[in-house]
């Protein structure tokens, strides 16, 4: 068995690249980085015959090597650096039937490098709807290439496309475009000077924003052997490049491509203008996007709950069966729940990439991004942003992953950061129970103070995340001038086996990439609050139960459990915590019990009502039981604590607070460092902190 | 001769042959070369962007870029 052949992929977005991966690989993928960037890095195994297996990497989608984006960046640096380990023995260029023009501008400009190439045309299965007729060997011949003639849909061409890199030693590696014709002088010159080097490879070098690592665009810089040219120059020079390449196009599409333009596109026709029409284009568009919202928010539930239900009783037979102590205590309540707690985000994150797959595979999603650019630019953010935004009124972190959707770097990073402003379900039994236990039960109108609180949080929560693009966009300085552009695919259906791969895969690069932090994490977290340094912690038992005797009060087992549950936790080291900060939560209206209850949901903010029900020792997490028996808790001198002030400066604090590690986890996985999930949560603690404090000393 | 963004919709045009210079290497490699035609599909709902036809590729693009294509009108 010889060494695994490398191929690349590479192709114009929309010509189903990613079908044809898929196809190849089958389930022998693996999504990365690549290093020290956001850009994801697919790369999967093929067998081409009984010898020979191809290792395929698939590049980013593009629709030129001149790039104007990371993506496309990253492509072109593989392709000029032959001492990659990634670097291709063969490159697939990707096109499709009805576009085939211009998917075959980077069909040149890749043979100009001088690699073997291979022409896939993508999508057959639509000729006979449009009308075209190919020549196939005369394309072959025009083009000097092989050419595979594929329908993923129907399974077609796809062998064909594997004989094909099988027999890649038949491929020929000759050149398109005779460079010189751009401008004679100065390619000579060029060639004078590093006569060792393809004229096209320095051309790109040139002309791009690469780490080419070969040449030092100084050194070209300095050589006076040629002449320099000013940007408007390259530019026009660019523009002849462009003009020259389609004229070889057009004259190789003539001997081998006809198209009967009189087939009507009534469907596709009719489908974009009510799509984006002003009133049922908008319509749909949010009926759509309230469908998605549901799923996540509440279909969800279903299988969250069986996931929940599944881990509390594995939970409770571990601890049932093992031997009492710290061991069965850490398998139990610290890796069992840790697990749980990322396995439970599982049917949110498959859900909504489900929907995702569908908008993109069907095209609808360049629509959304046509309805949505004028609305959203003004903050900084992309069409696509709408997604990630309503998702995270569910939950942020599969909203976090969705982002991906967002080519922009800088729209997408932004999106990244706000999307946890947005109130994602977590919050909503903090909100409850503090809006039931201080906001009156009057109406106003006919509305609810209550309900009109709740609705007042959830704009708070959209409105935030539009203002902190805004300012965020109007700081952050990282931007490649992009000037926008997006294309209208046609409308076709949803390849399903295309979806469930993009489901598998994003559930597994969630699972595999944040899930570590998530477990590691909610060990520790786990730990500190079972555990405490203190004389009193470890003697909380004989403590207890010393006062209960001395009170005679008869009181029973479960009671008895509770308070020792209580005690523990105050004297555990998060219970240490919360007394230590209690100056500083002060001024907030908090006391060091509602300071603990803060603490533990850093982790996660549900976990506030879980906490409050230890500290109160109350029996169940019944809600109205919590409510009943947070009103009766007094201060120093009697007044309640949870009066309007405190319950209001609660409700802000969690409103702003980033008190989740599975979204730390999730943006430290999607911006592949810590920087920006630490800036997040400086930035919305500190937030918090002020405006729950400005909110307490206004209202007290 | 007018730029595209004047545009009616279903109204078409041929690129003339100077190009102008903040016409990015990008939109060019898309097809917005002279000689090429340009057909106005559709306008998004807040007049910006604009859905258009260029040489069989389907793309939309800002109001303040589709000001510098400029086009001799088909009748």
Not at chain 1, 245 to 250: E, G, V
Not at chain 1, 322 to 342: F, H, K, N, R, Y
Not at chain 1, 481 to 493: C, D, G, L, S, Y
Not at chain 1, 650 to 670: D, G, H, N, P
Request: glycine share 6%.
């Amino acid at each position: 068995m010889s060494a695994a052949l490398k191929v690349a992929l590479i192709g114009n977005p929309n010509t189903g690249k990613s079908s044809i991966f898929n196809a190849l690989t089958g389930l022998r993928q693996k999504v990365g980085n690549y290093p020290g960037i956001t850009v994801e890095k697919k790369t999967g195994y093929c067998k081409l015959s009984d010898e020979l297996e191809a290792k395929i990497i698939d590049l980013p989608g593009a629709y030129s090597l001149n790039t104007t984006s990371l993506d496309e960046s990253v492509a072109v640096e593989l392709l000029l650096n032959k001492r990659d380990e990634d670097f291709p023995d063969v490159v697939v260029v990707i096109a499709e039937v009805e576009n085939l023009k211009r998917n075959l501008l980077l069909f040149t400009q890749i043979k100009d490098l001088g690699i073997k190439t291979v022409l896939v045309i993508n999508m057959a299965d639509r000729m006979g709807r449009l009308g075209i007729s190919l020549d196939i060997q005369a394309l072959e011949r025009e083009l000097d290439t092989k050419i595979a003639l594929i329908s993923t849909r129907k399974n077609e061409g796809i062998d064909t496309l594997k004989s094909l890199l099988a027999a890649h030693t038949q491929l020929s590696e000759s050149e398109v475009l005779d460079i010189n014709r751009i401008d004679a002088n100065y390619f000579e010159g060029l060639k004078k000077t590093f006569p060792k080097i393809s004229l096209y490879k320095l051309w790109l070098a040139i002309t791009q924003d690469v780490n080419f690592m070969p040449i030092e665009r100084q050194s070209i810089a300095d050589q006076s052997s040629f002449s320099t040219k000013s940007k408007d120059e390259l530019k026009k020079m660019q523009h002849r490049e462009t003009v020259l390449r389609y004229q070889f196009i057009n004259s190789a599409l003539k001997k081998a491509y006809q198209k009967d333009f009189t087939k009507a596109e009534g469907v596709q026709g009719f489908l974009d203008r009510l799509f984006t029409h002003k009133i049922w284009g908008y319509l749909i568009f949010f009926v759509i996007l309230f469908s998605i919202f549901q799923v996540i928010f509440d279909f969800s539930s279903y299988p969250m709950d069986a996931i929940d239900g599944f881990f509390g009783w594995l939970s409770e037979w571990v601890k049932g069966t093992m031997p009492a102590g710290i061991l069965t205590d850490l398998i139990a309540e610290g890796i069992i729940a840790g697990i749980g707690g990322v396995v439970i985000f599982i049917p949110q994150i498959a859900f909504l990439f489900l929907f995702i797959a569908l908008l993109e595979e069907s095209g609808y999603m360049s629509r959304v991004v046509f309805l949505m650019d004028r609305l959203m630019r003004p903050f900084g953010l992309s069409g696509k942003s709408v997604i990630p935004l309503m998702s995270g009124m569910a939950c942020a972190i599969p909203a976090v992953m969705a982002t991906r959707i967002i080519e922009n770097w800088k729209e997408r990073l932004i999106t990244i950061l706000v999307v946890p402003f947005t109130t994602c379900s977590a919050r909503l039994p903090v909100y409850l129970i503090i809006i039931a236990l201080v906001i009156p039960e009057g109406r106003i109108f006919g509305l609810g103070y209550q309900a009109l609180v709740l609705t007042g949080l959830y704009f708070l929560g959209f409105i935030s995340a539009l203002l902190a693009a805004a300012i965020l966009s109007a700081n952050l300085k990282l931007n490649r001038k992009n000037f926008f552009m997006v294309e209208m695919p046609t409308f076709k259906t949803p390849q399903l086996k295309n979806v469930g791969f993009t489901v598998f895969e994003k559930t597994k690069s969630f699972v595999f990439g944040a899930g570590q932090i998530i477990l590691a994490l909610s060990i520790v977290i786990w730990f500190l609050g079972s555990n405490g340094y203190s004389d009193d912690f470890k003697n909380a038992k004989e403590i207890l139960m010393a006062q209960i005797e001395s009170t005679s009060e008869p009181v029973s087992e479960l009671e008895i459990e509770h308070k020792i549950s209580s005690y523990k936790l105050e004297h555990s080291y998060i219970g240490q915590l919360g007394k230590f900060i209690e100056p500083a939560v002060q001024p907030l209206g908090y006391d060091w019990k509602i300071g603990i209850a803060l603490i533990t949901s850093f982790a996660a903010r549900e976990v506030f009502v879980g906490t409050l029900a230890t500290i109160y020792s109350v029996e169940d997490s019944e809600e109205s039981t919590i409510v009943g028996r947070m009103a009766l808790e007094r201060d120093a001198v009697g007044r309640p604590i949870f009066n309007l002030a405190t319950g209001v400066s609660i409700l802000i604090f969690y409103a702003f607070a980033m008190q989740c590690m599975s979204t730390l986890a999730i943006v430290r996985k999607e911006t592949n460092s810590w920087k920006w999930p630490m800036i997040q949560l400086g930035f919305m603690t500190v937030l918090a902190y002020t405006a729950s404090l400005i909110t307490y000393q206004l209202l007290v | 001769m007018i730029s595209i963004d004047r545009l009616r919709i279903g109204q078409k045009g041929v690129i003339v042959e100077e190009l102008d210079a903040h016409i990015p290497v990008k939109l060019m490699e898309i097809g917005c070369l002279p000689g090429n035609e340009v057909e106005l599909i559709q306008i998004a709902p807040l007049n910006d962007p604009l859905y258009f036809l260029v040489d069989g590729s389907r793309i939309a693009i800002r109001r303040e870029m589709a000001k510098y294509v400029k086009i001799d009108l088909k009748s």
